[in-house]
């Protein structure tokens, strides 16, 4: 029992001394990854048959069509090169 209470003492200094270097690095390393996304360019998912109604001008494309749309650009960017 003794040689268990001896070595207590150790490992706490261990952990004390690992603790906030591993704080910091969880909060820099969090930190580093923050975006702000503009008001104007967030997403919303809509629900079929909901009305879509924007808060500005301007075209809106469903998924399957923008991926459609995005894959012929790149087809004819490759055509280019």
Known sequence: MNCAANR???KLSA???RLPIALLMMIW???AHYKVIDADKTVRRLKAHDSFTPSLDGWFVPDARWLEIRQAIADKIEGLK
């Open 8 to 10: 207590w003492p150790a």
């Open 15 to 17: 952990m004390t001394k």
């Open 29 to 31: 390393t969090s930190c």
